[in-house]
């Protein structure tokens, strides 16, 4: 099945052309990262997206308890990044703090996702609001405030 998947390429969003694979077609690295990282959890989907001659497998598994994650691997099945769904209760204390002084009344908590690239780790939290668009945080792991956006999708 083909498809476009957007990718986020600096500020840029571009759309690239994704194949979805199964587990035993994709190279003997990525079949071994994925294998490592089902941890008790059931593989969604795997995606092959190609662009500027770079290939990435997209790779999401439906974890246990309802904890979703998403990574992507090169062909060798190195991971350039993960996205995980977490419990606010799961947050370090700071991206607690921060968080909770986001809401005001009506608001409530849809999604936060931890995600690392290169290390490098950051907190994406959806927040719904009663009457009026949503809202998206990107918190460092500090707390701080490093992005906010509305929902454009209404």
């Not at 969604?44 to 998403?70: E, S």
């Not at 959806?126 to 992005?147: A, H, M, P, T, W």
Request: charged letters at 30%; hydrophobic letters at 35%.
């Amino acid at each position: 099945m083909k498809y476009l998947i957007p990718l986020a390429i600096a500020t840029t969003t571009l759309a690239a052309q994704a194949v979805e694979v199964r587990l035993q077609d994709c190279p003997p690295g990525v079949r071994t990262t994925i294998e490592a990282k089902l941890q008790g959890g059931k593989l969604d989907d795997i995606d092959r997206v190609q662009r500027n001659g770079t290939t990435r497998f997209i790779v999401d598994i439906d974890g246990p308890a309802r904890r979703d994650v998403t990574f992507h691997l090169t062909s060798a099945g190195r991971v350039v990044f993960t996205s995980e769904d977490l419990d606010l209760n799961q947050c370090p204390k700071a991206v607690r703090t921060s968080i909770q002084n986001l809401l005001k009344i009506g608001w409530k908590i849809d999604d936060i996702d931890r995600e690392t690239t290169n290390g490098s780790i950051r907190f994406r939290v959806d927040i719904d609001r009663n009457n009026d668009r949503d809202l998206e945080f990107l918190l460092s792991r500090d707390g701080k405030v490093l992005q906010r956006k509305l929902d454009t999708s209404d």
